[in-house]
């Protein structure tokens, strides 16, 4: 069962790994629902990284279907892909808002690392959907009801994939961001910020920073200001931390202001003065 909603409009859902390494002393606010990884049914050893993901992204979907409405705080983006599936279990087919440094948009065939973390919006908008969305029998969300914010850092066959896509690509700007939103025309919104968009020089730890970039004050401002205009259906905080640094006090903070930002008093209470490591 999904607990309560933490503050009585988001019930908050905790994913500690990134892709399949569990990642000790995530941030658990408390009420929050701690995922782990299936122990029935559980792929071996053995198995591809993508058959391993694809059992976690199923525990996120099968609590996202369950909840009413959810805010997952992950270590990864692939998650989203766990969240979206689970949203359209329940019934409801949602438009992206995606804010992050990065595009997450390259696919097999683009990848110059065969990160499965650079993938997941590209996943969601119906690339490669045998790697993992085939498993979560995930829909493919329209590339023009895709809003990716952001995404300074971009592999060059990625933003060549992204150029001939109807995914809109905007900076991290109150208006730009504000427009786009709006051409949604009011459909419901899956909100996913990766912490990385944050300037890497403000917000230290992260797995894969992108150098110069928005302070988080203008982050939260622009959520905030989406979370105004949209109908916001489901939010995804990936918390992109190296192992161990996501219970930094800043990354706390961090997940604190995108918590206030979106209207969860209780996450943004709580997430600041969350367990120690180890927890």
Known sequence: MVEP??????????????????????PLPPRATA????????????????VRVAALCESVAAAVA?????????GDCVASLGVVAGLQRAGTDVAIVWLDAHGDY???????TGYLGG???????????????????????AECDVVLVDARDLDPAERDLLAASQVRHVPLDV??????????????????VDLDIVDSAELAGLRVPAGSGPALALVADCVAAIASAARIAAAGIACTFL?????????????ARM??????????????????PGR
């Open 5 to 26: 909603a933490l503050d009585g409009s988001w019930d908050v859902i905790v994913a500690p790994w990134h892709l399949d390494e569990p990642l000790a002393g995530f």
């Open 35 to 50: 995922l782990a990884f299936p122990s029935s049914g559980a792929p071996r050893r053995g198995d591809g990284q993508d």
């Open 66 to 74: 369950r909840a009413r409405r959810p805010l997952v705080l992950s």
């Open 106 to 112: 390259n696919t097999p065939a683009t990848t110059i």
């Open 119 to 141: 993938m997941p919006l590209a996943l969601l908008a119906g690339h490669s959907p045998a790697l993992i969305g085939d498993r979560l029998g995930l829909r493919p969300v």
């Open 175 to 192: 208006d730009a961001v504000g427009s786009a939103v709006a051409a949604l025309a009011g459909r419901p919104v899956y909100l996913h």
């Open 243 to 255: 192992p161990g640094r996501a219970g930094d006090p800043a990354a706390r903070s961090a997940i």
């Open 259 to 276: 918590g206030s930002a979106l209207g969860a008093a209780g996450l943004a209470q709580e997430a600041a003065r969350c367990d120690q």
